[in-house]
């Protein structure tokens, strides 16, 4: 069979890590990468000699209004523009900033070619809102089709794997967001908790994923980097034991179950720890979830867990291609598939 | 009526509070205060010729082992010794170092002199283990009474106000907390979350002075300096609405209901806002409650609340005082008497 | 004597500060402030009583564009527009934001105002660019002044402490700054340390008002809130010991030497420290220099300071009010009376 | 040649890069490493199956006191004990917490073997207080070195490179510090600037390094975790324009040259860079030098520099192993033969 054709927009945070991802899956061919500016993750990619015009993974595009001569200058090979990388692939990619998706989606109609979006864009942009373990089903055939975002991603995650072993009525969740990622300048917090009015996006947006489950939330912002906590409040249709639910999230395999006795004190020991794995950029594509956060208080059980912001969206993004290309159609072969070429659940 | 005399052992962050609050009440006399250092809270004071040996309101005393060659060199009058100091009140305010309490009690107990401690101490140290909102009248009479801390005492401030109207079964709480306080270099935490094992001691510490109500929660470290941020969420008896919850609120002296679109943004919102209050060192004895962050899920309603971690005990202590020595014997008058004379609820 | 009357425009970090300086002015008299807005602090202000239409001192003006309604809504009372306000006093002090004060100055000219600027404007809106302690008899008599930056200021004071005893030839400065004050949510930097191109604005500034120094500096954002702090690198003409040094910046009102060995840790300790005294907001006027980071390399003297950046510009605009006014024609006279009523060097 | 085989004491955030580092090169082996917890790092090594008794890289040997039960827990296969390690090595690298060093010492002296301490141990640790660069030849066929500390190491670096070019007379420093490493939750920060007494130890171990240069220097503790940086003044025997300093800089292997330009804006940009060059554990050897920092002012340079302070030793260190066992006699061979296996300079 041959392999599925993907491109992808906006070589920022989160596209750099889905083009790492798509070289990784053995039936996925990275075409190319599109942005606009020499970043220093594309300065970066060039140092290392990744970026070719003929075979080389990291073919590099430019979108309209790029700054062609400032790639010259710092001899960074172009391959193309952004209309040509989307006419060689079966399925892009959209990691443009928020906003440009919805533009870039008129070149994908015109040239007939799928879509995946990531959460900054409207849900309008999408035919599906799409989670790989949540409603896969949804996506299968789809044309375009947008991922939740990171935090939502991870939370769903586990509310979805307590919700198939014992029915999830109601959550009320507290985000307890990280404010900018590591090297990030433009968007920082000294000092201060700020609050969002609730109830947050995220809760929303777990409700239009799985529609039979109340939710609700506060989004406090932080001023760290390395990943948010979520404490998730929930109600079973009967009652969920800590034993109960730690069970089912021991055998997700995106979901990686630690404590404190080991030596996960925070967020940052989750990150050192991807780090000493020797993970590409640090970075993890499983939530953490504190074996010692678990509590239970009357019907409800709460818990706590870590979402590493930069890369947890990657596997359900890969799911998606899976699911819109019709290369799977169910979310078990599905996600099996990417969890094998991303090395997803090898320490369970 | 004669003043009811009062001294504070400890003139750290809640010790320095705990004065200037006694020294408010028109019907208590601050006798004095002892440490054992000439730290900057006591040079500050001194440089504001504050202490003085005759009449002058923060007579110093000196515990145990005190330096006091120190306080010479810096010109500090010294008016005697802690034991002198236990010998002229009816009340000692205990805020020394967490388990330094316990050591005092003990010459509290020979001086036949009634003794508040603050949260660090253990629950044994005290006869009751005290709120002025929900438990005034266990702690009418007694010798030895232990405040809750910092988030337990202004959690159970809204739990309470809920309670009363509504009736509370269940709560589940996350604590923001901030790691340090303004001036503080030994305990910060630098761009990591930090997990405690749940549940918090909060949860358990609000069980024993709320007996009829189940709590559970967990509690994340955050490196920031202005005030803890708590999410509640809380199942009534019957159903709260959000306009329910919020009336009571609003009515509650010690809460402050404020909201994102007047410009309180987080808990760094609330520090300025008792700046420019000209409120002494920028304090507030009331919590904040953010109407914005009130939301409900089912049959349960869900707010976030901003503990000021530096002053937010000073009313419940004094209140402990009129409790302690029967100056009021009801809740309702004792907790008035101290909101009057440290001017809470002039803004209702 | 009559008063001089005084107007504040823009009643934000700096103009609410100096709004408190003039009024405690002796021989001022604060007509009033404008702004546009019903911000925190204006808030503050009227919880507090303070805003009213006969005498109270803190008279509110609305700016053109201003929404009276939101005003209205909140109960504030408005005395009357910006440029009734501009057409009672003899000086407006304008701390509206970066920009905005060109604009207001062709009111003030229009009304034969004088106008003292902030740091934020650019040095073409004034006939002199000022500091109190360094050039004030070039302010005198005229009409629109411009005050340094809170990072030059404190700097001056410094150098020019040093240059009037000993002659300071070269200096190279190392600003270690504060990115953000306490509340703010829009400018924050996380876990990063920022670097600006050199040299720095403050060493070019520097060289502005002390033209016969050489001076060049590296400026490095940092995520705090409590003052920043320098290093500075100086040549005098002769070798200035750290003995020298020292007794001169003792000698200073505005400089308050303090030690590592009392307590001064860092900037927070000084924060503190203006907290414990009492001090409205823990504002401080006083720069801090350590006494334990004085030290000699060759014929060169290095020192740390601290810049409490919300406060520190206040005394050199009172200074300015003085010379522009010729209450008083000399360094000596204008700076202190400023010192005499904003209580600066008591402690010496 | 027979391989130099190296074990290293100490697998902690400095050792596990010195591992790493002496696996890399291919004149050496890499005999086991040392520790007596499982950490989380070594955890990680042992989920990546990097950890056998039989010629897997990184076997694992246990100190006096390790609790061996703990590692057969988590099924961790351990190779022997710390003095088995000894007694297989012809150099041990100490990266043991401060002061463990010392007492180590005592082990190798007995058996024989050569060591190389880190900057925590006193300089009597060692016969040679050492760098790769600046003093190269002083650590030939000795038996005990000791590296300098992160700081000393970068900044010796580009002083060094001036000083062989152009002769440096004098320095004074400004070291903004990063407070902790990221994962490090015992020794942060929170909000405040932390200054030490003066001068910096840095500046004095500079002196023992170059004793002709005169040095001193301020150091300032920030709550980050992205690396140091270094602002230092340079006096030249003759004047260094900046064109000249920047050719030299340009031309040293471990100095990386970035701009703000570029998109180099602070310590958190060289990190993420790191992280893109997929760079194991987003690690970097080499120091940053921006060139937009670099100013002069009278006959002095002034420049700023980013120091990596997990990894900027690894390389000295591993020049300190030439250098004691000779495999390299001169400074200029022993640096580029670890350069080369470190893919140090790739990028000139």
Do not use: W
């Given at each position: 069979m041959a392999k599925i054709k993907v491109g992808?927009?906006?070589?920022?945070?989160?596209?750099?890590?889905?083009?790492?991802?798509?070289?990784?899956q053995g039936?996925?061919?990275?075409?190319?990468?599109?942005?606009?500016?020499?970043?220093?993750?594309?300065?970066?990619?060039?140092?290392?000699g990744m970026i070719g015009a003929n075979g080389v993974k990291y073919n590099l595009y430019l979108v309209e209004g790029a700054d062609k001569a400032a790639f010259d200058k710092k001899r960074i090979p172009v391959a193309g523009t952004f209309e040509e990388l989307v006419g060689k692939v079966d399925v892009m990619l959209d990691s443009a900033p928020a906003g440009v998706g919805a533009k870039n989606k008129e070149i994908y109609k015109k040239m007939g070619v799928k879509a995946i979006f990531?959460?900054?864009?409207?849900?309008?942009?999408?035919?599906?809102?799409?989670?790989?373990?949540?409603?896969?089903?949804?996506?299968?055939?789809?044309?375009?089709?947008?991922?939740?975002?990171?935090?939502?991603?991870?939370?769903?995650?586990?509310?979805?794997?307590?919700d198939r072993a014992f029915g999830i009525e109601r959550v009320a969740i507290t985000i307890i967001r990280r404010v900018a990622d590591p090297g990030d300048y433009h968007r920082g917090l000294t000092n201060a908790l700020q609050i969002d009015k609730a109830p947050s996006h995220q809760a929303v947006d777990l409700m239009t994923i799985m529609p039979h489950v109340d939710a609700t939330g506060i989004l406090v912002h932080t001023p760290v980097t390395h990943g948010h906590i979520i404490t998730v409040v929930a109600k079973g249709k009967k009652k969920v034991t800590k034993e109960?639910?730690?069970?089912?999230?021991?055998?997700?395999?995106?979901?990686?179950?630690?404590?404190?006795?080991?030596?996960?004190?925070?967020?940052?020991?989750?990150?050192?720890?991807?780090?000493?794995?020797?993970?590409?950029?640090?970075?993890?594509?499983?939530i953490g979830l504190w074996e010692d956060s678990i509590v239970e208080t009357g019907d409800e059980i709460m818990y706590a867990i870590n979402i590493p912001q930069e890369s947890v969206t990657i596997p359900e993004t890969i799911d998606a291609i899976r699911a819109a290309?019709?290369?799977?159609?169910?979310?078990?072969?599905?996600?099996?598939?990417?969890?094998?070429?991303?090395?997803?659940?090898?320490?369970?």
């Open positions: 992808v927009a906006g070589y920022g945070t989160i596209g750099q890590r889905l083009a790492d991802g798509v070289a990784m039936d996925m061919e990275l075409v190319g990468v599109a942005d606009m500016m020499p970043t220093l993750s594309i300065q970066a990619l060039n140092e290392n990531q959460g900054g864009e409207k849900n309008s942009v999408a035919d599906v809102f799409f989670h790989g373990y949540a409603n896969y089903e949804k996506g299968v055939g789809q044309s375009y089709l947008k991922l939740t975002s990171c935090n939502t991603t991870g939370l769903i995650r586990s509310v979805d794997c307590l109960m639910a730690l069970a089912e999230f021991q055998k997700h395999p995106r979901i990686r179950v630690v404590s404190i006795d080991e030596g996960f004190k925070g967020n940052a020991s989750l990150f050192k720890y991807a780090r000493d794995l020797g993970n590409r950029r640090g970075d993890m594509y499983e290309t019709e290369m799977q159609t169910t979310r078990e072969e599905g996600t099996a598939e990417t969890n094998k070429y991303l090395g997803i659940g090898k320490f369970k």
